[in-house]
């Protein structure tokens, strides 16, 4: 048995028993802190907490390992709904393309993109797939990540396909980070398939989902619909066709144009819809009353230099917001959950407190753990973060670029 307690906490933030499953509009301004606080973890989840002064019995406890937390804050760790880690090799020469004036449309255009990732992923091996995507979740959770989702879609043929996806598994069954999966073989037409776009979907549909779903590979499909890459009516297909194996769909939308892809998803059941650098009032109203977690990923308007998503328009209209790295080669090429804060309170104009929200308890939600992530409850997994000494919690994403984290704990355990 190991147990864990924390003590003298200069702020507990967002504890609490029974709290909401999604926030929204307004709600999301409140975040509950206990000032002065303690945290007991059993067993790697959080066994209680409370005001110091509620303490008392714990710590004659044996076999009990202490942390003065006097001056830090705990947070539960930050959940990143979108990802796409597994990937073959860097592309910092399209970085260099896009300063020297290519738009991301001309990338791809030029065979770069999407294409030219799924070509050296097809050339590499598995074990070095395997390797250097768990040093990238080595890379995230120290720097305070404790659940991820990560997306195949580097691959674009069956083979190619299920490599990736039978990497995250593994992932999934060695890596301390909690891993959701899921497939998005309909990230883009594969070259040879660019003008036969029915062969590619039958292959998905026939030859990949059928697999995926025998060896457990995947919880959600995604599909890119967007010009150039999924029409409306190919996402609707996509999205039918995972349902029939029991993935839901978490989809990428209106990054460049608005299609109608967001009415769409959620008229198909869809978890998320991640990207809306775009957003139609028509996408708000259908967005609004859904269950579907409208996602922005700042850190990628950041990096192509291309709008950011209206996330304060959309939380003024009472939509709820989840804030998502989409770590991948092309578009972004970090997964830092500290940078994305403050991306989002200086770009997106969010409060510290809204943003948290949007990056704990929306994300959770995001990627099906709100039962098991995302605040600090009993009985939740003990994934948390302990700050440095800080003055005030808002010092976190304002200091931007500064870490702010001094220890990551993933299921109770100092990393
Ligand atoms: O989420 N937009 C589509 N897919 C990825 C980028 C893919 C790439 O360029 O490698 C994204 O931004
Ligand atoms: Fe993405």
Known sequence: MSRLLIKNIKGLVQAGENLPRTVKGEEMKKLPVIENAFLAVENGKILSYGPMEDMLGIDDWRNLEIIDASGKYILP??????????????????????????????????????????????????????????????????????????????????????????????LRENHPLTIKSTFLGAHAYPKELKENHPEYLRQIKEEMLPVIHEEGLADYIDAFCERGYFSVEELVEVMNAGKAYGLIPKIHVNQFSILGGVKAAVEHGALSVDHLEEISEEDIAVLKGSTCMPTVLPSCS??????????????????????????????????????????ACIKLRLTPEEALNAMTINTAYAMGLSETHGTISEGKVANLIMTKEIPSLAYIPYSFGENTIDTVLINGKIM
């Open 302 to 343: 950041f990096f192509l230099n291309i709008p950011f998503g209206k996330a304060r328009m959309m939380l003024d209209n009472g939509l709820p917001l989840a804030l998502a790295t989409d770590f991948n080669p092309g578009t972004t090429p970090s997964g830092n959950m500290l940078f994305l804060w403050s991306l």
């Open 77 to 170: 760790a930050f959940c990143d709904s979108h990802t796409h880690v597994v990937f073959a090799k860097s592309r910092e020469e399209e970085f260099v393309d896009k300063i020297n004036g290519l738009s991301y449309e001309e990338i791809a255009a030029k065979g770069g993109g999407i294409l030219n990732s799924a070509r050296v992923l097809g050339e590499t091996d598995e074990e070095e797939l395997y390797r250097s995507a768990w040093n990238r979740l080595d890379q995230v959770m120290y720097s305070g990540t404790g659940a991820i989702e990560i997306k195949s879609g580097y691959g674009l043929t069956p083979e190619a396909e299920l490599k990736m996806l039978r990497v995250i598994k593994r």
